[in-house]
């Protein structure tokens, strides 16, 4: 084992979108970090595709990648929904230039892939970012945490950051040395069984004419979603999505339920009469040209503690979406300028903010204002995509005709109105520039800064106005003395 520990004020644990969009938030603060990858890459070309939304472009954007990222994304234009028995359009959505109209950015799709190498390239120092280092071991104290990776390196940090998923190594060993020292820190409800009610198969498959790019498209049947898209380069990103028998829609958070081979291939069966365009397209002529594909469950939850002594869990290892509505990682992005803010916010009122001086006491109070800020936002956006997950796979006669009859009679405006709901509230960089972007709708921070300016300058007018009146008072009290100083100006006027 390392006899003589790396030393940094910040160890991130895990890459990917979490973990390089938090490096890229320390490097502006000129914060020493090190990012520990479990595996041979942060890069990985697995040929999963993200979502990006408003919310987490702003961010983005603010990190100075937007524009590296609009190279290589896929603008949304439209939304088709149809039904997956027959083909039928239920309704056709235009919401693209409406969203960039309200907030300032559309809604774009890319290989996740692409996402990582656009960050990872941002990174100015390459070998801040360590691979092939999977966490075994954390140890956190007064003065510091110790972290133990298998290859036997050996790291000391202030701060210990989980951006390392669902199935996370840090939310573990915080828990162990939670039990060790304070068993009541974390509360019961985030140990118990959390919901997963569905699954998907993602994938890449080759072009098909009858999808054209800027359209999302989905086929619902009985429990079921089926969703393509096209991508920038005109491949096809594919999903299906599946409810899950009752038995499995409950699992501890470490023992999320895992799919073969074989299961895959009976879902696919299963999706390949779904209907997927005008022309008759159906889901089996898409899955039989996949590149690549991979079948996970979904699990949903918002965990209510993300720390313990110098450890905080973000991103997926805190938080975890249904991916439908595409929020998950929008999400991830936020929470990590949730913890950039908070550490700001409260470093500059201690004695000392120097990294190597943050005591307990004073991170403990960042990360509590991390959750406060973060919790409630993310457990109303969860169930709303859950919900949403729900009626797009008809799970009930009720929400089937919900989503075949009655939604479609909304208007387009009302459409984009549930996805506007969750952008608003988005969290951004305080101490970043935003980057210019019309947009008619202002986002919460920005509705809050109008509201504190107006108070302020309301302020200004009642402090001038008194002044004003004032001065009157005096005046009034010193008529004669004013009269006095009237005659003789008049005097010495008519004598020049």
Not at 381 to 408: G, H, L
Not at 443 to 457: L, T, V
Request: proline content about 4%; hydrophobic content about 40%; aromatic content about 8%.
């Amino acid at each position: 084992m390392t006899s003589n520990p790396s030393r940094h004020s910040v160890v991130i644990v895990g890459g990917g979108i979490t973990g390089l969009a938090l490096a890229l938030m320390l490097q502006r603060q000129n914060v020493d970090y090190v990012l520990l990858e479990a595996y041979g890459s942060v890069t990985p070309n697995v040929g999963a595709s993200i979502g990006l939304w408003p919310n987490g472009l702003r961010v983005l954007d603010q990190l100075g990648v937007y524009e590296d990222i609009c190279a290589v994304a896929q603008p949304v234009d439209r939304s088709i929904v149809r039904d997956g028995k027959t083909g039928a359009r239920l309704m056709t959505r235009k919401y693209g230039p409406v969203l960039k109209a309200r907030h300032g950015y559309v809604n774009m799709f890319m290989e996740r892939y692409e996402l990582l190498r656009v960050l990872y390239r941002h990174v100015a120092e390459k070998d801040r970012i360590l691979v092939n280092k999977k966490v075994v071991r954390i140890d956190s104290d007064d003065d510091k945490a110790t972290i133990h990776t298998r290859d036997g390196s050996v790291f000391e940090a202030q701060i210990v950051v989980g951006a390392d998923g669902v199935h996370s190594a840090v939310r573990k060993e915080m828990w162990r040395n939670a039990d060790e020292s304070d068993p009541a820190a974390i509360p019961k409800c985030d140990r118990e069984n959390i919901r997963c009610e569905h699954a998907c198969i993602f994938g890449t498959a080759k072009p098909q004419p009858d999808v054209k790019q800027g359209e999302v498209v989905g086929a619902s049947t009985e429990g079921t979603t089926a969703g393509v898209m096209v991508g920038p380069k005109k491949e096809l990103f594919t999903f299906w999505f599946w409810q899950l028998p009752e038995e499995m829609r409950s699992c501890p958070i470490d023992a999320i339920p895992r799919f073969d081979d074989e299961e895959k291939q009976r879902q696919l069966n299963r999706a390949a009469n779904t209907i997927m365009s005008d022309s008759g397209l159906r889901f089996q002529q898409v899955s039989e040209t996949l590149e690549y594909s991979v079948v996970t469950a979904l699990p949903h939850f918002v965990l209510r503690r993300w720390h313990f002594g110098r450890l905080i869990v973000l991103g997926d290892a805190a938080h975890k979406f249904n991916p439908l509505v595409g929020q998950g990682g929008n999400s991830c992005i936020e929470s990590c300028a949730s913890l950039v803010n908070a550490l700001q916010s409260t470093l500059k009122t201690q004695p000392s903010s120097r990294p190597d001086a943050w005591s307990i006491t004073t991170l403990s109070s960042a990360f509590t204002a991390v959750e406060q800020q973060r919790v409630g936002r993310l457990v109303d956006m969860v169930d709303k995509c859950q919900e949403a997950m729900r009626n797009s796979a008809w799970e009930t006669p009720t929400r089937r005709f919900m989503f075949k009859y009655i939604v479609p009679l909304f208007t387009l405006s009302q459409f984009v109105n549930f996805h506007s709901d969750l952008i608003t509230a988005g969290v951004r960089l305080n101490d970043c520039e935003i980057r210019p972007k019309i947009h008619e709708w202002l986002y919460d921070d920005e509705q809050q800064e109008k509201q504190k300016a107006k108070r302020i300058d309301a302020t200004r007018v009642i402090t001038t106005v008194g002044l004003v009146t004032a001065a009157a008072a005096i005046l009034l009290r010193n008529q004669h003395v004013v009269g006095q100083v009237l005659t003789k100006s008049k005097a010495v006027l008519s004598q020049s």
